[in-house]
């Protein structure tokens, strides 16, 4: 069973920074690509970042230059390093990853930017 924990939300002005990590745990962590995702109130859940095991990356239009994803695969951990933050970040931010046809997700954790 794979289970995914998210950790660093909270509360920063607009400009601000946050870093987002997900532990993950019960799986073959380094051959699978990870996500994040994340939802505002009444959208869509909307992918933010992807990082594959080889560490290739792939953002949002609306986060590149200001988000950075990465992965430690001793760790088994997944970051989002978001810089530059803006009001339309606020969301939940959820990590993902889909194993051998199974989509897995975190709980999320909250992000709000705000002044």
């Known amino acids: 069973q794979v289970q995914l924990v998210e950790s660093g939300g909270g509360l920063v002005q607009p400009g601000g920074s946050l870093r987002l990590s997900c532990a993950a745990s019960?799986?073959?962590?380094?051959?699978?690509?990870m996500d994040w995702y994340r939802q505002a109130p009444g959208k869509q859940r909307e992918l933010v970042a992807s990082?594959?095991?080889?560490?290739?990356?792939n953002y949002a239009d609306s986060v590149k230059g200001r988000f950075s994803i990465s992965r430690d695969n001793i760790k088994k951990t997944v970051y989002l390093q978001m810089n530059n933050l803006e009001l339309e970040d606020t969301a939940v931010y959820y990590c993902?990853?889909?194993?051998?046809?199974?989509?897995?997700w975190g709980q999320g954790t909250q992000v709000t930017v705000s002044s």
């Open positions: 993902h990853s889909t194993q051998r046809g199974v989509a897995y």
């Open positions: 019960g799986a073959i962590f380094s051959i699978y690509t």
């Open positions: 990082i594959d095991s080889i560490t290739r990356t």
